[in-house]
């Protein structure tokens, strides 16, 4: 487990992770894939632990993508029984810590026990204030986006909406992470330097790290790390140099 260290600048209110290599750092080690899946969900509880100490105030995870459907089934169904696992230990522990769980993504795919654990789990923690802890389950961002589209069409059609109404703000508030702030750093792990899918709408503004660790091998640290390249950053937002 990671020691605590003095770590002094401000954190970013909001940060994104895309957790990869678990397949990678069980190959390495000639185990099966599924092994490191558990040890990628050890870097989860460790990776929210070390945010919430530092003072991170929303942390994003994609957990499971629109397209790891694609997976073999053994494989998706072994991160479903490590879902129910996290769903069923976890809650208690983020409630005592005041961490407010949220699920973003399309549920119609998942199984009915897990929906209800979800649902359980959100109900839980609705009230905590500390940190939202927000796990992307079968997430894809261009269909988030087109299903956002879809409502607001759907409502224009139906009289309840003005077409001319609809500006960015309008638009994000109909997106899974209506209410939170967009991520203000996305870091990816194992070295692979893609969004693959995440979040698109969303790190419009975002800073961009890339980090070759592993994700079962991420904690405190590299948090820490990622932070302090983002402070290295100057943020203009599409402004020009010098102005703020």
């Known amino acids: 487990m990671d020691a605590p260290s003095a770590f002094v600048p401000p954190p970013p209110r909001h940060v994104a992770i895309i957790m990869d290599g678990n397949g990678r750092w069980a190959k390495a080690r000639g185990l099966p894939r599924t092994m490191g899946h558990r ?3 050890e870097a989860v509880r460790r990776t929210c632990e070390a945010a919430r100490d530092i003072g991170v105030k929303c942390l994003t ?3 499971f993508s629109s397209e790891n459907w694609r997976r073999p089934p053994d494989e998706i169904a072994d991160l479903m029984q490590l879902l129910r696992l996290y769903l069923r230990s976890e809650i208690a522990e983020l ?12 549920r119609s795919r998942l199984s009915d026990d897990i929906v209800q654990l979800v649902g359980h789990a959100e109900e839980v923690t609705r009230a905590n204030t500390a940190m939202d802890l927000v796990i992307a389950l079968s997430y894809g ?27 960015e703000d309008r638009f994000a508030a109909t997106l899974f992470t209506a209410g939170l702030p967009d991520p203000d750093l996305l870091v990816r792990t194992s070295g692979e330097k893609r969004i693959s899918n995440f979040l698109l709408w969303q790190i419009a503004y975002a800073e961009l790290v890339f980090v070759d660790t592993l994700w079962p091998d991420f904690g405190r ?4 790390d990622a932070i302090t390249e983002y402070h290295r950053r100057e943020r203009r937002f599409g ?4 102005t703020r």
């Open 39 to 41: 040890r990628g969900v």
């Open 61 to 63: 995870l994609f957990s």
């Open 95 to 106: 409630h005592r810590n005041n961490t407010r769980l949220r699920v973003i993504g399309d």
């Open 141 to 167: 961002g261009r269909a988030e986006i087109a299903a956002a589209a879809r409502r607001l069409a759907e409502e224009a059609a139906a009289g309840r909406l003005d077409p001319a109404a609809v500006d």
């Open 221 to 224: 640290r590299d948090l820490e």
């Open 239 to 242: 402004a020009s140099v010098g």
